[in-house]
C-alpha cells in the first residue's frame, strides 16, 4: 500500500531517518490518504525528543513542547512533529496530569482515539496498523482503540468526536464505542464550550448532519443542548407537519447547502416549540410566537456555547423571520430584503425551503411555489438596482441638514419615512421628488 507523501512532509522524514530517528505521518492524514480523501494536515510522530527535532530543522516552534510537539516550518507550511508517548492519568477528563516519552510506537498509538487515526505510514516501512484501522475502515466502523471506556475517560470530547466521524464518513459507531459514549456522556459537562462548539459545527457541516440524531440517542445533547432534547419530545399534530419537532429539525437539516449559518439556523429555528406549545379546541398543535421565542432561546445557546457574535447575530437574524409568510409580489420581497437583510435574503429563502420540504405535503406545493417566485423576484430587484435600503437611497442626512433640519432623531425618522414610501415605490428614490416640499412635509409629520 502506497501513500504519496507531499515534498515538504517527506522531506522531514527523510532527514529524521538520516539522523537514525523513526518517523511516521500518523493519524487523520493517513486516514484521509487510505480514503483518498485530500488530508488538511500531515502531522509526524517519531523517537526523536523536542530537543533533537529542534536541532535537524532551522526553523521551528514550541506549539506544544511540554507535550512533545515541536511545529517543523518548510517552505510557508508547518508540519506538526510529535514524540512518542504514554499519557498519564486524566484527572480532568481533559487533561494528561503528565506525559512520559517512549521509544515505542506502538505504546503511542495505543493512546489515540480511534482505530482509524491510529495508523501510521513511511515509505521504508509502508502502513503500520497495529489495531485494525484498516478492517475497520472497510466495515465502516468507529471503534475505539482499546477500551472504549478508557478512552473516552482520558477526553470526553472524543464522545462527540465518533459521532463527528460517523457524520463526515457516514459510519457506524461499535457496539461497545456505543454502549460507553452512553455511559459517560455526561462527563462532556467537563469540556470547554469551546471545544464543544468545534465538533458540533464539523459535524453540522458534514455531508450526514442527520448524524445530529445520533446525538440524542446517545445522550449527547443532554448535557450540551438540552433544549433539543425537549424538541425531541414534542409532537406537532398538525396538517402542515408529519414529524415531532424534533425529527422535523434533523430532517430540515439535510436539506440546505453545508453552510454554517445555514445548518445552525436549522438546528434551532423551531428551538422554542415545546415552550409555546398550544392546543385548540380540534385538539390541534399550534407554536404562536416561535419564532420571536426562538431568537432569544438561540442567542442564549450561542452564549452558552461561545460562538462569535457573527455567527450568532446571523443565525438569530434568520430564525426571528424564518416562519414569516409573505406574498410574492415585489413590494413584500423588497420590505423583507429591508427586514432581514439584502445579503441574507436569499439565505432566508433557503431556510424555509428546507423548513417546507421537512414538513407533510400540505400545501407543499403553493409553499415551495411562492419560494421560487421570491427569489425570482429578488434577482429582478437587484438588476433593477432598487432601493431597498438607506444606503442606496438618493437622499442621506447631509441633504437634509442642508434644508436647515436639525440633526438629530428627526432625520432619522424622515430617512426611515422615505425608504419606506420608495420600497413601495421604487421610482420615488431621487431627490427631486424625495426633497419636494409637499413630500417633504409629509414625510416630517409621519
Not at 413584500?332 to 445579503?343: P, Q
Request: hydrophobic share 35%.
Amino acid at each position: 500500500m502506497i501513500i504519496r507523501l507531499p515534498q515538504n512532509a517527506k522531506k522531514i522524514l527523510d532527514t529524521m531517518h538520516e539522523a537514525g530517528f523513526e518517523a511516521y505521518v500518523v493519524g487523520g492524514c493517513v486516514r484521509d490518504a487510505l480514503l483518498s480523501r485530500e488530508p488538511g494536515d500531515w502531522d509526524i510522530t517519531t523517537n526523536a525528543l523536542p530537543a533533537d527535532i529542534k536541532k535537524l530543522f532551522r526553523r521551528t516552534i514550541d506549539t506544544g513542547i511540554e507535550h512533545g510537539t515541536v511545529t517543523v516550518l518548510m517552505d510557508k507550511e508547518g508540519y506538526e512533529v510529535t514524540t512518542y508517548r504514554i499519557d498519564g492519568k486524566y484527572e480532568d477528563g481533559r487533561h494528561p496530569s503528565e506525559v512520559t516519552f517512549t521509544k515505542s510506537l506502538t505504546e503511542d498509538m495505543k493512546r489515540r482515539d480511534f482505530t482509524i487515526n491510529a495508523m501510521a505510514y513511511n515509505e521504508e516501512e509502508g502502513l503500520i496498523d497495529r489495531f485494525g484501522g484498516v478492517q475497520d475502515l472497510e466495515n465502516k466502523l468507529i471503534r475505539c482503540v482499546g477500551e472504549p471506556s478508557e478512552r473516552f475517560s482520558e477526553d470526553a470530547l472524543r464522545i462527540m468526536r465518533a459521532v463527528r466521524f460517523s457524520a463526515q464518513l457516514d459510519y457506524d459507531i461499535e457496539e461497545k464505542t456505543k454502549e460507553a459514549i452512553i455511559e459517560l456522556a455526561p462527563t462532556l459537562s467537563k469540556i470547554s464550550a469551546e471545544r464543544i462548539q468545534t465538533e458540533l459545527v464539523k459535524l453540522l457541516v458534514s455531508d450526514h448532519p442527520e448524524k445530529t440524531g445520533l446525538m440524542y440517542e446517545l445522550g449527547i445533547t443532554k448535557v450540551i443542548l438540552p433544549e433539543f432534547d425537549a424538541c425531541m419530545e414534542t409532537a406537532q399534530n398538525n396538517p402542515h407537519h408529519m414529524y415531532g419537532v424534533g425529527e422535523h429539525i434533523i430532517k430540515s437539516l439535510g436539506y440546505v447547502k453545508n453552510d454554517k449559518v445555514l445548518r445552525l439556523t436549522m438546528l434551532l429555528h423551531d428551538i422554542a416549540k415545546p415552550v409555546t406549545i398550544t392546543v385548540d379546541e380540534d385538539g390541534l398543535n399550534h407554536f404562536h410566537g416561535h419564532a420571536q421565542r426562538g431568537e432569544k432561546m438561540a442567542y442564549d445557546i450561542f452564549r452558552r456555547l461561545k460562538f462569535d457574535r457573527n455567527t450568532m447575530d446571523r443565525v438569530c437574524n434568520l430564525i426571528k423571520y424564518h416562519d414569516d409568510r409573505f406574498p410574492a409580489d415585489a413590494r413584500h420581497v423588497r420590505r423583507y430584503m429591508n427586514r432581514v437583510g439584502e445579503d441574507e435574503f436569499l439565505n432566508l429563502l433557503d431556510v424555509k425551503y428546507a423548513d417546507t420540504m421537512a414538513q407533510s405535503d400540505y400545501y407543499r406545493k403553493e409553499k415551495l411555489e411562492n419560494i421560487e417566485d421570491s427569489r425570482a423576484l429578488y434577482e429582478e430587484i437587484k438588476k433593477e438596482g432598487e432601493c431597498v435600503s438607506l444606503k442606496t437611497l438618493a437622499v442621506n442626512g447631509k441633504d437634509l441638514i442642508a434644508l436647515g433640519i436639525s440633526p438629530g432623531k428627526q432625520i432619522g425618522a424622515i430617512l426611515g419615512a422615505m425608504l419606506e414610501d420608495v420600497i413601495d415605490e421604487p421610482s420615488h428614490n431621487n431627490k427631486e421628488y424625495l426633497l419636494g416640499k409637499e413630500q417633504l412635509e409629509r414625510f416630517t409629520t409621519e
